[in-house]
C-alpha cells in the first residue's frame, strides 16, 4: 500500500464551523473519473492502475513541472530516497494529479505524495 493519512481529533470549535468541503458524491465522481483516466491510459497495455507501472512506464506517464522536479529532487537528497522510493512517489503523484484531472504532475502533486510517504514511516518504520 502507497497512500497512508494521518489524521488528528478535530476541535469542537471546528466541528460548529460550517465549512464549504467536497461531500462524500462529489469525492467519489472524482475518483471514478481517476480510474477512467488510468484506464484510457493504459487500455493498450496489459495494466489498469498507476500502482502498476514499471520504471519504463513511469518515465512516460509521469511528465513533472518544473517546479515539481526540483522539489522531488531535493526531497530525493534529503532524504536518501532509495529508486523503490522514488518510483513510489511518482505513482502516487501521477495518481494524485489523475484526481486533479492534470496531465502534468505539478509541485502540489508531489508535496501531497511526499507527505503521505512521512507519514507511512512516522508508523512503521
Known amino acids: 500500500m502507497d497512500i497512508f493519512v494521518e489524521t488528528s481529533p478535530i476541535p469542537y470549535e471546528d466541528l460548529v464551523v460550517e465549512i464549504d468541503e467536497e461531500d ?3 469525492i467519489k465522481k472524482r475518483v471514478e473519473k481517476a480510474v477512467e483516466i488510468q484506464k484510457n491510459r493504459f487500455k493498450s497495455l496489459k495494466i489498469n492502475y498507476n500502482s502498476q507501472m514499471n520504471s519504463r512506464q513511469i518515465t512516460k506517464y509521469c511528465i513533472l513541472s518544473k517546479e515539481a522536479k526540483s522539489l522531488l529532487e531535493a526531497a530525493f537528497k534529503q532524504s536518501n530516497l532509495t529508486a523503490r522510493s522514488y518510483h513510489r512517489i511518482l505513482k502516487v503523484s501521477r495518481t494524485i494529479a489523475d484526481l486533479d ?8 502533486h508531489i508535496a501531497e505524495a511526499l507527505n503521505f510517504r512521512k ?3 512516522k508508523y512503521w518504520d
Open 24 to 26: 462524500s458524491a462529489t
Open 101 to 108: 484531472s492534470s496531465e502534468l504532475i505539478n509541485i502540489n
Open 119 to 121: 507519514t507511512f514511516h
